[in-house]
């Protein structure tokens, strides 16, 4: 997939749509004009988006499959289920996000006959079956370890030997605790050579702190249990390359919905393209990326994101997108911040938006202005956008700011037009 999209890519999504209409009876009524969508225009303003929601409400309304489906049950090779519930059935043809997963794995510099630990859930979940196959695909012996039993999956991985790494940063890190609980040193006893981190963010404190316990180099990956794998690190660690090859992916403006350019920030739209079971078309699963500037000196022309956090909490702050998790990101270790707030305001006559970082301490630093002056550098590299820092008492500021939600992170005073 090229953002922005080539013919090809074009070609291949107005095939798709045709399909679509003609099999799933949701998408017939949505898009009865598709005879009309010819370019990547026609199709961003004529088709509607698809939310979780409406999926989650359609599968209700008409168990168990909904009027998504868009073939037999005979013709299914799968069923998986992820939160909502939602009902997730695969065609036997369908590869379910392996081939883009093998491409993540190969960047890894996995290599036939590793040893792969897959410790995502093989529980009703995509996600950790998907990721075997992968690791089978890549040439590797595959060690299905699943989630819990730490100490079970310590004694496994020991003993055979496993090189590679594949799930949750956090569930590593308790593996790293167990280890040492059995009186085992994670880095002489245990082989990982790669971890596969997905599922979670890999903060750079978390990610510093596992590489020393195991003596591992960890890369980033993300995907979305809907649409399946879409981007991981390759060894520059400087962004994740988008390999999703069977979705045409959009990154928008979550205020306008346009296009956004290399170095924007946009909001996912995902269209699955070829015949599925359940098709989704212009799927939001509500996630927002940066689209990295430049080409990756790896070589691999696939577009570089990075992930910036969920739609809802994003505002703009003088022209630029400001997600409350890229300030979490940039203060994860300054010590004594327990949460922090942003204040938007426009005074009256002013050009610009007045941003106030409201940190949140547990204790006070010695010297209160040089670390303010600290927090905002590392603040206005990670956002790029300058904001005055106010230092308050952790108290001061409401509970709901904190992470993972912010939902009271953003407090917007500017008079909406
Ligand atoms: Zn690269």
């Known amino acids: 997939m090229h953002w922005p999209p080539g013919t090809d890519d074009v070609t291949r999504l107005v095939e798709t749509l045709r399909w679509v209409v003609v099999h799933s009876p949701y998408y017939r009524r949505l898009l009865a004009d598709v005879a009309d969508i010819r370019t990547y225009d026609d199709f961003r303003r004529q088709v509607p988006r698809t939310a979780k929601t409406d999926l989650v409400e359609n599968q209700r309304a008409h168990p168990p499959f909904g009027e998504f489906l868009a073939a037999p049950r005979a013709q299914f090779g799968s069923l998986h289920t992820s939160p909502g519930p939602i009902l997730i059935p695969r065609l036997a043809s369908e590869r379910g ?11 890894m510099g996995v290599r036939p006959g590793d040893v792969a630990h897959v410790t995502l859930s093989y529980h009703i979940m995509p996600g950790g079956l998907r990721l075997h196959r992968a690791f089978e695909e890549a040439g ?6 699943g989630t819990g039993n730490s100490r079970l999956q310590v004694e496994l991985a020991r003993a055979w030997e496993a090189t590679i790494y594949a799930g949750t940063p956090s569930f590593l890190a308790n593996l790293g605790d167990t280890a040492r609980e059995l009186g085992l040193d994670p880095r002489r006893d245990l082989s990982y050579r790669v971890g596969f981190s997905t599922a979670e963010a ?5 990610r510093r702190d596992l590489e020393d316990t195991f003596g591992i180099e960890l890369f980033d990956h993300c995907g979305e249990a809907q649409i399946g794998p879409l981007a991981g690190e390759c060894r520059m660690h400087d962004g994740m390359h988008l390999h999703a090859a069977d979705l045409f992916c959009e990154f928008l403006d979550p205020e306008t919905g346009e296009p956004v350019a290399a170095g924007g920030t946009g909001e996912l739209v995902a269209t699955q393209l070829g015949p599925r079971a359940l098709p989704l078309v212009r799927y939001a699963p509500g996630d927002v990326f940066r689209l990295l500037p430049g080409a990756c000196p790896c070589g691999d022309p696939a577009p570089r994101v990075v992930f910036v956090g969920q739609v809802g909490a994003i505002r703009k702050i003088k022209g630029v997108l400001v997600h409350p998790a890229q300030v979490h990101r940039a203060l994860s270790e300054t010590p004594g911040v327990a949460r922090f707030q942003i204040v938007v305001d426009h005074p009256e006559g002013e050009r610009y938006d007045r941003a106030v970082l409201r940190v ?4 006070f630093p010695d010297d209160p202005v040089a670390f303010a002056r600290a927090v905002a550098d590392r603040v206005k590299a990670a956002v790029l956008v300058g904001m005055d820092v106010e230092l308050v008492g952790a108290d001061d500021l409401p ?19």
């Not at 996000?97 to 960047?107: D, E, F, K, N, Q």
């Not at 890999?202 to 978390?206: F, V, Y």
């Not at 949140?360 to 204790?363: A, E, I, Q, V």
Request: charged content about 20%; proline content about 7%.
């Open 97 to 107: 996000g392996t081939p883009v997963l093998a491409a993540s794995i190969r960047a």
């Open 140 to 145: 590797c012996l595959v060690l299905n370890g």
């Open 202 to 206: 890999l903060t750079p404190a978390l």
């Open 360 to 363: 949140g301490l547990t204790s």
């Open 399 to 417: 509970e709901g700011a904190a992470a993972p939600r912010f939902a009271d992170v953003m407090v917007d005073r500017r008079r909406k037009a």
